[in-house]
């Protein structure tokens, strides 16, 4: 026990550190959207100041934010859906008949920087009198959506047991009856973390959303940028829409963590 007891204080003051480093920047961003930019600026009401709802009352009212709310909600869930049902199916595919070439075209994709395309798409999509609307923004979302839920869903889908499939044959099924009664039932957990990723991703996306969007497709992490100025910052305006903006996907990560981690660690003991 005595030669436990220092190792028990180093993990505690770790665990104590890396948690307030992480949580440090959301109390001050939340604590500053309570705030008027007088106080944001006084050193001496850091901790003693009087909460005010000015700040939340100007994002939700004043500036359309929930206009952009909607927006932001519609491309991430149209984006996430359609990739998981082009994802999901190849990812299957490339699982059980060992399309390696294919797997390694989709890890490519997976790791080019996304922003060395913004240019060509565009040229692409202005050519096509696309910029500016839900589609293509949706289809920005996709190219970096579907590579993760592919590559997630491969390792899920060679963690499963190829030997239930082969008894639902064996019991008259075909392999898509398989698929979609069998396996597709079996791998929600993976889908669940594949999902919840892409909605993360595409929810809180501001690159593409910058230079392919319009004034009516305006998504939540461009609209922040409202609050900055050419001579000055509205901090209390610009914290509160970033409270905003963070706190839904906090709430998602909160209550389907367990299916992101089991989703992530499917199929790591395979074998």
């Keep these: 026990m005595r030669a436990r007891t220092p190792f028990t204080v180093f993990r505690v003051v770790a665990l104590t550190v890396v948690v307030l480093t992480l949580i440090a920047p959301l109390v ?4 500053a959207s309570l705030k008027t ?3 944001i600026y ?3 009401k850091a901790l003693a100041f009087t ?3 000015e700040n939340y009352t100007k994002v939700l009212q004043q500036a359309n934010y929930v206009d ?3 927006n932001s909600l519609w491309i991430a869930f149209a984006s996430t859906v359609l990739s998981l049902l082009i994802g999901v199916p190849a990812a299957y595919s490339m699982s059980r008949f060992a399309m390696r070439r294919s797997a390694l075209v989709v890890l490519m994709a997976r790791v080019i920087p996304a922003v060395s395309l913004l240019v060509p798409w565009y040229y692409v999509f202005s050519n096509l009198k696309m910029v500016g609307g839900f589609s293509v923004l949706i ?3 996709m190219f970096v959506a579907l590579p993760l839920i592919v590559y997630i869903m491969m390792g899920y889908f060679d963690g499963l047991p190829l030997e239930l499939e082969e008894s639902a044959l064996v019991d008259g099924l075909t392999p898509i009856g398989a698929f979609r009664r069998i396996t597709l039932p079996l791998s929600t957990p993976g889908i669940a973390t594949a999902g919840i990723l892409s909605f993360i991703f595409s929810w809180n996306n501001f690159m593409f959303a910058l230079v392919l969007s319009g004034a009516d497709t305006k998504t939540l992490p461009v609209a922040i940028f409202d609050f900055v100025g050419y001579a000055s910052i509205d901090w209390g305006g610009l914290m509160a829409a970033s409270t905003v903006v963070t706190v839904p ?5 909160l209550f389907a963590q367990k299916y992101v981690v089991s989703g992530l660690t499917a199929g790591a003991t395979k074998g």
Excluded: K, Q, R
């Design 139 to 141: 289809l920005s979302h």
């Design 37 to 39: 930019n007088v106080d």
């Design 42 to 44: 006084d050193p001496g």
């Design 68 to 70: 952009f709310i909607v």
């Design 28 to 31: 001050w961003m939340v604590a």
């Design 249 to 253: 996907i906090m709430v998602i990560a």
């Design 51 to 53: 909460p005010t709802l």
